[in-house]
T-cell receptor, first 114, second 114 residues
Framework: DAGVTQSPTHLIKTRGQQVTLRCSPK?????VSWYQQALGQGPQFIFQ???????QRGNFPDRFSGHQFPNYSSELNVNALLLGDSALYLC?????????????FGSGTRLTVV | DAKTTQPPSMDCAEGRAANLPCNHS???????VYWYRQIHSQGPQYIIH???NNETNEMASLIITEDRKSSTLILPHATLRDTAVYYC???????????????FGQGTTLQVKP
């Protein structure tokens, strides 16, 4: 049973460019959350998607946007990249209907902005 | 903001029990406590979670105080492979559905020594 799959694993972009990161949730999961983890810090919540809608959002600017597809996969888009956007981007999936649900994380995408 | 506080680092001898404390004095009645660990900037790995009762699985035990203001993660026989950053997390609920989000703190770096 495949867990959460993220692509690409590594990415280098130039300031001002745009980037799209992709996430396939664990089989049976219907909710996807995105996190940003700067070096030496804990992951920070970006936003969460359920039923193809953004359900809640952390303290991130509008340059960060996302999408969820009918097959529950998700994309994270970042526009006008800044050096400070360099981080490990993590995707986590869960099954919303479970009252004691857990979250499964992918291995992340390492984004470097130069 | 994170709802948990943890010591920044701890050491444990190989083969001994590792007891990792966590304070969550502002936790609400319906908020679960989760523990994850992260090795070498891989994706966080689920360990255990609970609401108010003590929990045990094949990896660890979770002891939650009666007032729910603190908890302890116990790794019964620590090995060198248990060296990692351990995050104690409160799942913050959103709305009436099960669409909570994990708010990470800085975590505890556990070093298991031979």
């Amino acid at each position: 049973d495949a867990g959460v799959t993220q692509s690409p694993t590594h990415l280098i972009k130039t300031r001002g460019q745009q980037v799209t990161l992709r996430c396939s949730p664990k089989s049976g999961h219907d909710t996807v959350s995105w996190y940003q983890q700067a070096l030496g810090q804990g992951p920070q919540f970006i936003f969460q998607y359920y039923e193809e809608e953004e359900r809640q959002r952390g303290n991130f600017p509008d340059r960060f946007s996302g999408h969820q597809f009918p097959n529950y996969s998700s994309e994270l888009n970042v526009n006008a990249l800044l050096l400070g956007d360099s981080a490990l981007y993590l995707c986590a999936s869960s099954f919303t209907a479970s009252l004691t649900y857990g979250y499964t994380f992918g291995s992340g995408t390492r984004l470097t902005v130069v | 903001d994170a709802k948990t506080t943890q010591p920044p680092s701890m050491d444990c001898a190989e083969g001994r029990a590792a007891n990792l404390p966590c304070n969550h004095s502002t936790i609400s009645g319906n908020e679960y406590v989760y523990w994850y660990r992260q090795i070498h900037s891989q994706g966080p790995q689920y360990i255990i979670h609970g609401l108010k009762n003590n929990e045990t699985n094949e990896m660890a035990s979770l002891i939650i105080t009666e007032d729910r203001k603190s908890s302890t993660l116990i790794l019964p026989h620590a090995t060198l492979r248990d060296t990692a950053v351990y995050y104690c997390i409160v799942r913050v609920e959103h709305g009436s559905g099960n669409t909570g989000k994990l708010i990470f703190g800085q975590g505890t770096t556990l070093q298991v020594k031979p």
